[in-house]
């Protein structure tokens, strides 16, 4: 096994790209050094890609947020402005792990991991982030929806990497939310996650983006859930919509961490419950 | 030696009962405590082990060539290293075919081969090379289903014992027990209600922190050394040793420090494992378990399907009860059914009573010891069904018990007449604790229950020995895995007349002192300590000769008292005392070394009773449960060091509320096991439990000098229990199934919301 340290994402692409071995990616490692414990993979190369300049900062500018492929899930955290833009986030963030783990773990690493449980992914796609992609030739931007493919798979070709995420500034009256049921309090893996971002004109949800995750071999967009929304000040009709548009947007499976009718009833409770999160954080009266 | 083990009556005691930081305390808590893994020898080998993918095969063919060849391999060994020398032992000879398949892989993670080789990587290497060839057959792995007319069955010489007449053809049961007196039909016929219900509860692992792990060294001449983390060197040796065809004296085995036990290190599993390795290389082997393999092959407790049938007079008498529990022993046969029949009414005085137990063998891992084995199944469906037949009654659950229970005189249901026995103090303490009259919210709920488990005696033995500074160091047998060697060290101290921090306790290795058996059975500090009190006064005997000599008078004239050799009489009273230090000081020209001794069969073991108050609040739209406050009320006989007795009482209490919410095997129609990993097999984290209260009560054991009774187990039997009571009070859902997992929970409460 090699292990390789490029100064640039374009180096890094470079070196997967070359590659005729089996090559991975190392950020926090959170899910490499786990898999290479279990013998489930067996890499010829790494990359580490942390001595990167900048790929560990979060860069505020006028236009939003770029959270860099090696930026922790404490970093983000401890992120004042991150924290008051996008409080959902930056919670589904810190949900993951222990201490210990979110001081490696990384939103780019939850991303392409590409586990349908991962509690990022729905929430960076309720807040409208983008994956920033870096190949040996050119650079992309894809909407963080489009990453994920199924179990595992992503839309990255060989020798692509993800440089770093980037987060619009939340319009005024924004809020969003991210709700797991785990039968822990931690420590686990999301049975049903719900992200949810609104945005209120007059106390009234004007706009709004719904996101599941666990419940689907990829997360799980839901424009229904979010038409449930518009227009609603969360009254108790809309509420039970939303909850019936999420559950009929549910494709789960049965497995060890829950049933098919269990994850489809609970991502209807979780829906309302983060609704309304975001909804008070968003300005509205509940 | 004839030493006296009634319990004396001592008011005033100067160590027992106060609180001491733990002697082991500053290596584990600066990682220099030295665990199964932790130990090294020159030249060693890292041992890894093959498994079976299958729940059920036959093993055709292992062709190990291509793996023998791979350059750093040193030893490959299959059943045929490990030759049957069990003779007609067929308990041996089954420990022996589960820690290495013969033929047959009897369960998804059975042993099949194993490697020794220079590194982590070739061994991991070696294990892809070794080419078996299986045919599946089929399987079962749930109780129930084994113990049907077309399950496939897994023994061919299994034929259900305690069955008249005797069957004539092999089954997956391998054990039919009943137990009770009185005539239940009568009863029923006097009871104005009767419950009849039906429980399940699934499968759960000790969940130690620390895997198994060994560093196992065969010399050609027949002597070995072995190094393990276990719960019982002594045993260890002696297992090992007839399997291994091995002489005892030759084999010394060292316990390590200990990362968790609770019963699955009570056997062995990769052992004999290490040392056929290392017989076969020439080489020290240290083999270390994965988590998945802990899992997969170790350790767990049965799961079950029990019946229970209660009826009760309007006053709330009990007039009868009975039980029929099946509990499943993995791919080998077991007692455990036995031991729930035991203990399923041992709370209660019921006048008739019957439990039948059926033993069977499924496709599993084979069953181990778990902290109380069997006790807490047949607990949550006892304690689930009184609280079911009070309700019916209209009388409060703790009344109900209260009604009940067992004393002094009364007959228990596994046979013996109880002596003084604790559980009616456990339940009046709880009645009038503060946590009974604390307000309840909504959806939250409380649940009382009650858990009996045995203490067990057995074989001690221990030294004591004195220094020339007087600093004492005791030494002991039965490995100290939840803080004997501070409880010892302070029994000492108190038996001495010194400070505690003038004894050292260690545990010897096999070699060093005589036999011991198990820390299992709430026996570690019953037993240990009963042998630490003799050995102590062994000691002071010499002690006071000592003094005598150094005085000049007779040994008769001098007694012991408050740490020190006192001179009586009219004619010596003028002698200054000499205290333990001065004696040990000049024993060189006394006579030589100070020491005491002493080995025993300890008889005479308690009882432990337990009631345990919980609070829970359910989520009526997923079905979480949380428990928001948990009170542990047992009786200790008395605390030695009360931090631990109340370490011991929170950590049953834990694992019990894990298995109550959580805990579960889960098996795949294939009959693997899906969820081998801390991931998936949810034990509770620091953040899902409040803090655990706790009340030790002391109701003397009469028969040990410091009434102790063991303290290690009972505390996991009520939790399943008052989980299941309180989620029934929040809710007005009674779970059948443990664990009471959300999905469960949320399930029942939808039957019930469509039932009204």
């Known amino acids: 096994m090699r292990y390789a340290t490029p100064a640039s994402a374009k180096e890094a692409a470079g070196m997967l790209s070359k590659e005729r071995g089996a090559a991975f990616l190392l950020a926090g490692g959170t899910d490499l050094l786990v898999k290479l414990k279990m013998g489930m993979v067996e890499p010829d190369l790494v990359v580490d890609i942390k001595r990167i300049p900048k790929i560990d900062q979060i860069q505020t500018s006028a236009k939003g947020f770029v959270i860099g492929a090696a930026v922790s899930g404490s970093m983000i955290g401890q992120h004042k402005g991150l924290k008051a833009a996008w409080p959902g986030l930056v919670e589904a963030a810190n949900l993951i792990g222990s201490d210990q783990i979110q001081g490696r773990a990384t939103l780019v690493g939850n991303l392409c991991n590409a586990s349908p449980a991962a509690d990022s992914v729905p929430a960076m796609i309720a807040a409208g982030a983008k994956a920033i992609i870096v190949g040996p030739q050119k650079r992309r931007t894809v909407p963080v929806e489009k990453v994920v493919l199924g179990p595992g798979k992503t839309c990255l070709s060989k020798g692509e990497v993800i440089e770093a995420i980037s987060l619009p500034k939340p319009e005024a009256r924004t809020g969003d939310a991210y709700l797991r049921f785990i039968p822990r309090t931690e420590m686990d893996i999301a049975v049903v996650g719900v992200a949810i971002s609104l945005k209120l004109e007059r106390g009234v949800a004007k706009k709004a983006k719904v996101a599941l995750g666990a419940v689907a071999p990829t997360a799980v967009v839901v424009p229904g859930a979010a038409r449930a929304l518009v227009g609603s000040k969360l009254d108790e009709a809309a509420l039970e919509k939303l909850a019936a548009a999420c559950s009929a947007a549910c494709n789960p499976i049965d497995d060890k961490r829950g049933t098919v009718e269990y994850r489809t009833r609970v991502a209807g409770v979780l829906a309302k419950r983060a609704a309304k999160i975001a909804f008070q954080r968003a300005g509205g009266v509940l | 030696m004839g030493h006296d083990q009634k319990y004396v009556d001592k008011k005033n005691y100067e160590v027992v009962g106060t609180r001491f930081n733990r002697p082991d305390g500053i290596d584990k808590v600066t990682g220099k405590a030295r665990y199964g893994a932790d130990a090294s020898a020159p030249g060693q080998l890292v041992g890894r082990v093959l498994r079976s993918p299958h729940a059920h095969a036959s093993i055709l063919k292992i062709n190990v060539g291509k793996a023998e060849k791979l350059p750093g391999v040193k030893a490959i060994i299959t059943s045929a290293d490990l030759p049957d020398l069990t003779g007609q032992d067929q308990g041996l000879a089954d420990i022996l075919e589960n820690c290495m398949a013969r033929g047959r892989a009897l369960y998804d993670g059975h042993a099949v081969a194993a490697v020794a080789a220079v590194d982590e990587q070739t061994a991991a290497k070696a294990l892809k090379l070794i080419d078996v060839k299986y045919k599946k057959l089929p399987h079962v792995t749930d109780v129930d289903a084994a113990m049907c007319e077309s399950a496939p069955v897994i023994h061919d010489r299994i034929i259900t014992r305690g069955v008249e007449p005797k069957p004539t053809k092999p089954s997956n049961i391998a054990a039919r027990t009943q137990m009770g007196h009185g005539d239940v039909e009568a009863g029923f016929a006097e009871a104005d209600v009767v419950i009849e219900k039906s429980y399940k509860t699934e499968q759960t692992h000790q969940g130690y922190i620390e895997p198994h792990a060994c560093l196992a060294s065969v010399n050609p001449d027949g002597t070995a050394e072995l190094w393990v983390t276990t719960q019982g060197h002594f045993v260890f040796r002696n297992v090992c040793a007839s399997l291994l065809g091995l002489d005892i004296a030759k084999l010394k085995v060292t316990s390590s420090e200990i990362g968790g036990g609770f019963g699955g290190k009570t056997h062995v599993w990769v052992e004999p494992v290490a040392l056929a390795l290392s017989r076969k290389a020439n080489r020290p082997v240290k083999l270390v378990m994965g988590r998945d393999e ?223 058996d198990m820390t299992e059975g709430s026996r570690g500090t019953f037993s ?63 006579g030589g070394p100070i020491a005491g001794h002493n080995e025993v069969v300890a008889d005479g073991a308690g009882m432990g009773f337990a009631s345990h108050i919980c609070d829970v609040e359910v989520d009526p739209e997923t079905g979480r449960s ?131």
């Open chain 2, 626 to 756: 949380t428990i928001i406050r948990y009170t542990v009320v047992q009786d200790a006989g008395k605390a030695i060091n009360p931090d631990y007795v109340e370490g011991q009482f929170q950590g049953g209490a834990t694992q019990g509320i894990g298995w109550a919410l959580n805990e579960e095997y889960i098996y795949g129609d294939d009959g693997r096991l899906q969820n081998p990993g801390f991931l998936d097999y949810r034990i509770p984290v620091c953040s899902d439990l409040p803090f655990i209260d706790t009340q030790i009560l002391e109701v003397p054991n009469p028969l040990h000098p410091y009434g102790i009774r063991g303290v290690g187990e009972t505390s996991i039997v009520p939790p399943l229990a008052a989980v299941g009571n309180a989620i029934a009070n929040a809710t007005g859902v009674r779970m059948s199934h443990a664990p009471m997992s959300p999905p469960r929970v949320l399930a029942a409460i939808d039957a019930l919301e469509y039932a009204s």
């Open chain 2, 528 to 590: 240990s300590g009963m042998a630490t009190v003799f050995a102590a006064r062994d000691a002071i005997g010499v002690l006071k000769q000592r003094a005598a000599k150094m005085w000049g008078i007779t040994e008769e004239h001098v007694i012991w008292e408050n740490g020190q050799a006192i001179a009586t009489g009219d004619s010596h009273g003028n002698l200054p005392p000499l205290s333990l230090k001065e004696i040990a000081a000049k024993s060189g020209r006394t």
């Open chain 2, 294 to 516: 802990v899992f997969r092959a170790t350790g767990p407790t049965s799961s079950t399907s029990i019946d229970v049938k209660m009826g009760a007079k309007k006053d709330g008498t009990i007039t009868a009860a009975v039980a029929e529990m099946r509990y499943q022993g993995g791919a080998f046969p077991g007692n455990w059914a036995m031991l729930g029949c035991m203990t399923a009414f041992a709370c209660y005085d019921i006048k008739n009573n019957q439990s039948i137990g059926w033993d069977v063998v499924v496709n599993r891992p084979k069953v181990a010891a778990y902290r109380a084995p069997s006790a807490p199944m047949a607990a949550f469906a006892v304690e689930s069904t009184i609280d079911e037949l009070a309700k019916e009654v209209g009388i409060a659950p703790i009344d109900m018990r209260l009604k009940n229970v067992a004393r002094e005189g009364t007959l228990a249901p596994y046979g013996p007449t109880y002596g003084p026995i604790g559980i009616e103090h456990t339940l009046k303490a709880v009645k009038d604790h503060p946590h009974m009259r604390a307000k309840l919210k909504k959806n939250q709920g409380r649940g009382v229950a009650c858990g009996f488990w045995f203490n067990i005696g057995g074989q001690t033995c221990t030294d004591l020995n004195i220094g020339v500074d007087g600093t004492v160091n005791l030494t002991l047998g039965t490995v100290d895995v939840g803080g004997s060697r501070s409880s010892m060290a302070m029994i000492a101290a108190e038996e001495l007349g010194i400070p505690y921090e003038q004894v050292r306790a260690n545990i010897a290795d096999t070699t060093s002192l005589g036999h011991n």
